[in-house]
């Protein structure tokens, strides 16, 4: 009898048990925090893919549970990946945010990208204040100085 019970507890070690699996679901956006439709969404290790809608919104159902490689793919090979945690019921999120070629290249120089990103904007903002203060000096027009937050 010990034997027997051995046999079929062998056997049912051997049988797959049915995965655990969640959703995963995020935001693409681009270096400047707006949506990105269009853009490819894939976790390579499980062979799934998917597209961002207008809101740059994705969604995977049944995503076997643990620790996935999850990457965006912008087309001539530009890829930007992350790691998302998924749990055995439930739901987890993963939201991207592209940087731009000049914060990777910034970046290879072994500045932070997210700095890197921050230092780009801020540049951009301060050359459009310098370009409305050399216009109005042009003109002959007050110089009104304000702070403008980064949504412009």
């Known amino acids: 009898m010990t ?3 051995a046999l079929i507890l062998a056997a ?3 049988v797959p048990t049915a995965a655990h699996a969640g959703e995963l679901s995020g935001t693409v956006r681009d270096a400047s925090a707006r949506p990105v439709a269009g853009a490819q969404v894939v ?14 919104t994705y969604r995977f159902d049944d995503v076997v549970e643990g620790e996935h490689r999850v990457g965006v793919e912008l ?4 890829r930007q990946f992350a790691s998302a945690s998924v749990p ?17 290249a ?3 120089t072994g500045m932070n990208p997210v700095e890197a990103m921050l230092l780009e904007t801020l540049a951009a903002r ?5 370009r409305e203060v050399a216009a109005n000096e042009e003109t002959g027009e007050a110089v009104s100085w304000r702070w403008r937050d980064l949504d412009g």
């Open 3 to 5: 034997t027997r019970l």
């Open 12 to 14: 049912a070690a051997l």
């Open 43 to 56: 976790i390579p290790g499980l062979g799934l893919a998917t597209t961002t809608a207008e809101d740059g």
């Open 75 to 78: 087309g001539e090979g530009n």
């Open 88 to 104: 055995a019921e439930g739901e987890a999120t993963r939201n991207f945010f592209l940087y731009s070629a000049r914060s990777v």
């Open 106 to 108: 910034v970046a290879e």
């Open 126 to 130: 301060a050359w459009d204040e310098a």
